[in-house]
């Protein structure tokens, strides 16, 4: 049986209310694509935690309610113990992503990082499949992706590429998505943009990562981090995230670095990812912020 001949609609009708009603979509549009994409097409197999803690996968044809849930789905298990080492990072956060790239109709968006195809899937289903490009690093991964893709009303550009390198040959364009963390941000995929274009990064500061929002701006990128939905609360006395990725950006590193940054930002009025900026020059210079890019306290990243 096809999997679109499964009565998968309402699941996806209802899947987008939510995501509306959570307050992570509110534009018409992003909505009417998440009820018309067909999930379980781009994530058809996962697994869920046994009451033993052991992992049990299931087809999500079987289960349309767990895949056409706002919540992620752990897709890939660890070969060496059975851990989840790879999960669906969640339609929530999907949808809150793509309201903070701003989309408008006639937008041209490349996605840097394909993963399962649904978010190309849905981006194309917004702004139409000749709009999207979407790079992916393993060119098997790809076939196994357009396989799905075929099976969506509107097809994006999927390239096997270098993810680093952009897709030169289709921009400039006007938005730019990276799905998974990275240590920087490469200036081929500014070069890419469009003028006054805007890109979404989670940029990885040694394993503690914010996600900032970009916006070329002259011979320069320049945005601010983004207060992320959803946040893990904190155990008694753990530092929050934001204070670990500051100590990551001081150099030189050593025992302690999480204690005097979690001090200096309690001293500076704790200030939440939002007061935080980034600019990214050409030379491969990273400088991050807070509250204006020529004020007291800044930081800055060599070029990897």
Excluded: C
Excluded at 209 to 234: K, N
Aim: aromatic share 8%; net charge negative.
């Amino acid at each position: 049986m096809n999997a679109l001949d499964l009565d998968w609609k309402p699941y996806a009708g209802r899947f987008a209310a939510s995501l509306a009603e959570g307050g992570e979509l509110s534009s018409a549009g992003l909505r009417e694509a998440f009820a018309a994409v067909a999930r379980h097409v781009f994530v058809p197999r996962a697994y869920r935690q046994d009451a033993d803690g052991g992992w049990t996968p299931f087809d999500t044809v079987d289960d349309l309610r767990s895949v056409y849930s706002p919540e992620g789905l752990v897709t890939e298990l660890s070969r060496a113990d059975g851990s989840p080492i790879v999960s669906d990072p969640g339609p929530r956060l999907l949808a809150w992503a793509l309201e903070m790239l701003e989309l408008s109709d006639g937008h041209r968006v490349l996605e840097i990082g394909t993963g399962t195809g649904y978010t190309a899937a849905v981006l194309a289903h917004r702004l139409g499949g000749g709009q999207v490009f979407s790079t992916e690093l393993s060119a098997d991964v790809v076939k196994v992706i357009l396989k799905r893709l075929a099976l969506a009303e509107a097809i994006p550009t999927v390239v096997a590429a270098a993810l680093e390198h952009g897709l030169a040959e289709h921009g400039p364009y006007d938005r730019l998505l990276v799905s998974r963390p990275v240590s920087a941000v490469p200036w081929a995929w500014a070069s890419q943009l469009a003028p006054g274009g805007a890109m979404l990064v989670p940029l990885d500061v040694g394993g503690a990562s914010g996600r900032v929002r970009l916006t070329l701006d002259g011979d320069s990128l320049q945005g601010r981090f983004l207060s992320e939905p959803g946040a893990a609360a904190l155990e008694d006395g753990e530092e929050p995230a934001i204070v670990k990725f500051l100590a990551l950006l001081q150099l030189p590193r050593g025992t302690g670095m999480v204690q005097r940054a979690g001090s200096r930002w309690r001293t500076i009025g704790s200030p939440g990812w939002e007061r935080f900026g980034l600019t990214v020059l050409p030379d491969g210079f990273h400088r991050v912020w807070l509250d204006d890019p020529d004020g007291d306290f800044r930081w800055t990243l060599p070029p990897n």
